[in-house]
T-cell receptor, first 111, second 115 residues
């Protein structure tokens, strides 16, 4: 049973526009969420996090929104740049430091 | 954040052999983990590497196949034993950021291809 899902395997966005990547989870015990960017054959790079006590967190061009009642989080990238083209993973933990990762969304930013 | 180095970065291995991956962190960390990413798949936690004691394995992973050592707070190894083509994956070492206590950071990964 996939506890963390990213239902869009891919997304294409024009440079300068907003990219919205979505993530759904099923376990109500998850209380900390992370987003990573990953290039092929490299380790994931941490982007931004959010705790369940918040509904929004911003860091530069990246904003993460959390809707606990819907068990849904989203990552907004504004403005999108060609260098943002990568696979994005969301991850969730119930406080044990063991993270469950989503299946990933491949973002392509078109110049 | 901690700097995490892994060796080898990539290797091509013969079926039936074993390979040991090393993970070195530039600072002492309490919690260290090993993940696997099979081609086209998500990241899956293999085990928690415990300093001074046996690793804690997740469901579907066993010590005989993936023995782990953690001799101190800055170093760990993962061995992939008796490899088959299904073991072709990126193996990733990760640590909990001691400053935030919640974020995990990854090494650059070790890409193994079993032929």
């Amino acid at each position: 049973d996939q506890q963390v899902k990213q239902n869009s395997p891919s997304l294409s966005v024009q440079e300068g526009r907003i990219s919205i990547l979505n993530c759904d989870y099923t376990n109500s015990m998850f209380d900390y969420f992370l987003w990573y960017k990953k290039y092929p054959a490299e380790g994931p790079t941490f982007l931004i996090s959010i705790s369940s006590i918040k509904d929004k967190n911003e860091d530069g061009r990246f904003t993460v929104f959390l809707n606990k009642s819907a068990k849904h989080l989203s990552l907004h990238i504004v403005p999108s740049q060609p260098g943002d083209s990568a696979v994005y993973f969301c991850a969730a933990s119930d406080g044990t430091y063991k993270y469950i990762f989503g299946t990933g969304t491949r973002l392509k930013v078109l110049a | 954040s901690a700097v995490i180095s892994q060796k080898p970065s990539r290797d091509i291995c013969q079926r039936g052999t074993s390979l040991t991956i090393q993970c070195q962190v530039d600072s002492q960390v309490t919690m260290m983990f090993w993940y696997r990413q099979q081609p086209g798949q998500s990241l899956t936690l293999i085990a928690t590497a415990n300093q001074g004691s046996e690793a804690t394995y997740e469901s579907g992973f066993v010590i005989d196949k993936f023995p782990i050592s953690r001799p101190n707070l800055t170093f760990s190894t993962l061995t992939v034993s008796n490899m088959s083509p299904e073991d072709s994956s990126i193996y990733l070492c990760s640590v909990v950021d001691p400053q935030t206590g919640n974020t995990i950071y990854f090494g650059e990964g070790s890409w193994l291809t079993v032929v």
